[in-house]
């Protein structure tokens, strides 16, 4: 099972080329990419600079990094980012509830066909690995399942 | 890895039995479906009529069509939709912006365990092709793997 | 194909422990682990309860049990909880509407790599399964496929 490494500044890289170079000779089934991190995922879409600000957009609207204020005392932060009320994490821990809550709009992992090694992303359909936080050290687990003839 | 085409204007279309006809004899694992496009996807949820209304109303909402206006050039565009500032396509593009951005409510495949050559998608679940675009020429790529006894 | 059966009125229950049970000795591949049912679903994230509360205020924000007045008639019903329009459910089926639209945010099944008969999951992440309605009988079906080595 090989790993992805990954380091990058950048919501959006594609990957697809990477994943292509690690399928098997004659291989005929699925290609899995997961995520084992908590904030960057897995995408399919178009390699298409100005969707991919769509994207941005509509998550930094839906999920903002900062809260539109709410309740009695206004509160602008997610709970998680209320790190003076937690006891599991350092004073300093980043502030990164958004980056989780958006991981709701994609997956911890996909899963692609293979024919005759190739896979079959159709025409415009690219694979991405989504940074949900600033640039950290991150792994992806491709794992090939062998398709029924 | 048998293909299904499809060619729809509805958004959302039954393709249960479409999929279990195509499971091999006497197998047990997991079907794969598979849109190899960016602006249709496949959704597992239960037939009734009322619901699938509910979830375009849905979609509507968060994703509509023409954006509330924006910024101060006052924007109701998605980014993906000002063809003018893209080299990649000719002047009559069509414009689905909101399509790509919706398919995030969505998933490229689905995966759906098989005992004895049936789906064992429960009572209430089906399995869906979502048309987010236009009526199209369409496949879906279902790949059958074995589970381990 | 292992059977998970929950019963439980809380929305997040963390079963890493028991699917990590029912993994084969020696196995290298996938874990699927699917939901049967159309409102209650499978998700990986970490588990700190306050970032549970965040998806919980979330969804509650965006798709709310009673949606604000719309239209002409100042609709608050999700159309699927229209039950007198519907004749294939009783008149006191539940009112779950919302619960459906939520089961957007997750998915049906996850996947993830094993090796050394070891989920793959990294430091922070779990699999929970999440109940969208009140406590009812549910079933996650568990299937493992070998990666090809």
Redesign the interface.
Known sequence: ?PVLKLKTDKMFTDITEKVEKLI?KN????A?I?????TCCVF???N?L??L???R??LDK??PYIKQPEGEHRNIK???D?IS??N?VPIDESIN?HS??R???????????I?KSKL??????RIFFVELDPMRNR?L?I??????N
Do not use: A, C
């Open positions: 099972m098997p291989f005929q089934g699925l899995n997961y995520s084992p991190h908590t399919q879409t178009e298409e100005l969707h600000v769509d994207v957009f509509f839906l999920v997610y709970l998680h209320m009320l937690r599991d509830g989780h809550i991981s709701l709009f994609f997956n911890s992992s996909e899963n692609i066909p024919r079959l992303l159709g025409e415009w359909k792994e687990i794992t090939f399942v062998k398709g029924h």
